[in-house]
């Protein structure tokens, strides 16, 4: 129970039937809604040289969503560009004319009419979604899943949401929040999960998040001169997974990254389905206790799943001492590079890759990865310390040791 667990790859392809969520038209025009926003700005690709010497690597860099918005972490960029596709949507206007000055103007509100935007989360996302409904001048109510955090519970209050904690795990929330929804007059769910008839919304998320992997490219572009040849990335429900793997996927085609997908061994359903061998998936239920809260989603995203199981490589289940350790040597790097302050969902690949590169128990995995001197790896850190009273009992007090 206290061991990294993985598997290779060797699930049935199924020929790319979903890899267009992720075309890179579709990409751009996420991207070009973010700017339009007088918050958005790029976010730091951290280069850290003297870790990649250590670990005897070409390239190693961890895009930093910690400073996106001022929300300390990258899932606005889904829920906006969701809610702006809606309401595109719902009026008739396309998608490029609505800039965040015509989204946010009285004019618009009045045409749209009274929304109230649902969603479930741990708390970025549902923070992400009440940031964007309150900038929209529209109604929010977001549902925590039991054992939330008060830290994550206020953030999402102060943007004006009815917020609630309930006794169920999140994805007993989701189903509860589109039960709400669908209740309610104007009521729309904004979910990053899809389900067999609510896909067109998770979609839209998915590419918002494509803006961060845009970015990120163009990023190590820059630091490197060429694109990773390693992708390391979180997965919950497998949205932001899917998003990142999508995105490099189109971009690269046959030349593409190779992908390494990183769960909690708590809520590891990727995990689980890629060890099932059949291309389907696998749920996991129960309370799905771990400190990456962000990755606590036991059901698959049905439509990333299938980007998922054609193009990853390998797929991975680490407990919670390895998100610790992503967070230590994130936030207390060598001399020379960068600090990145990560949280527990947004430091697992860090965490991961500091066990591949010093176990010797996963040797057989790094030269299965085929990482060696040459590799350029990139890592994704999609949050700041969220809950800063344990990223403290973590970093400074040694929580979560081994």
Not at 53 to 77: Q, W
Not at 142 to 171: C, H, L, W
């Amino acid at each position: 129970m206290n061991s990294i667990k993985w598997i290779e790859n060797k699930m049935p392809r199924t020929e790319d039937k979903e890899l267009e969520i992720m075309a890179l038209c579709n990409v751009k025009a996420a991207r070009a809604f973010h700017e339009s926003f007088p918050q958005y700005k790029v976010t730091p690709l951290a280069e850290l040289k003297e870790l990649a010497k250590l670990y005897g690597i070409d390239k190693l860099c961890v895009k930093d969503e910690s400073y996106r918005f001022g929300l300390n972490a990258f899932k606005v960029l889904g829920g906006s560009f969701a809610m702006a596709r809606y309401i595109s949507k719902l009026t008739g206007r396309s998608i490029e004319e609505l800039t965040y000055d015509v989204l946010t103007s009285p004019e618009l509100k009045k045409e749209a009419g009274d929304i109230t935007f649902f969603s479930a989360t741990d708390g970025n996302h549902g923070r992400g979604v009440a940031w964007a409904a309150n900038k929209l001048g529209q109604k929010s109510v977001i549902m925590m899943p039991k054992g939330s955090q008060k830290a994550r519970f206020d953030n999402i209050r102060k943007e004006g949401a009815v917020t609630t904690i309930e006794e169920f795990n999140y994805d007993d929330c989701v189903r509860k929040a589109a039960k709400a929804a669908s209740e309610t007059p104007g009521g729309v769910i904004v979910q990053d999960t899809a389900w067999e008839g609510y896909e067109e919304i998770p979609a839209w998320i998915m590419q918002g998040y494509g803006t961060m992997a845009l970015e990120a490219d163009r990023q190590f572009e820059e630091a490197a001169n060429e694109p990773p040849t390693h992708v390391f990335v979180q997965a919950g429900v497998g949205s932001l997974a899917g998003a990142v793997v999508g995105y490099f996927a189109n971009k690269y085609h046959h030349a593409a990254p190779t992908f390494v997908v990183v769960e909690s061994d708590q809520a590891d359903c990727l995990y689980k389905s890629a060890c099932a061998g059949d291309g389907g998936i696998r749920i996991v239920d129960g309370d799905m206790q771990t400190i990456m809260a962000g990755l606590a989603c036991g059901e698959p995203n049905t439509s990333s799943w299938q980007i998922l199981k054609d193009k990853v490589s390998v797929f991975v289940s680490v407990p919670d001492w390895v998100a610790a350790n992503g967070m230590r040597v994130l936030g207390a790097p060598l001399a020379g590079d960068p600090r990145v302050i990560s949280g527990e969902s947004g430091a697992a690949p860090a965490g991961f890759l500091y066990s591949l590169m010093t176990d010797e128990g996963l040797a057989p995995l790094r030269g299965k990865l085929g990482i060696n001197e040459k590799s350029r790896i990139l890592l994704f850190s999609t949050e700041g310390d969220t809950d800063p009273e344990n990223y403290r009992r973590v970093v400074w007090e040694g929580a979560n040791e081994k």
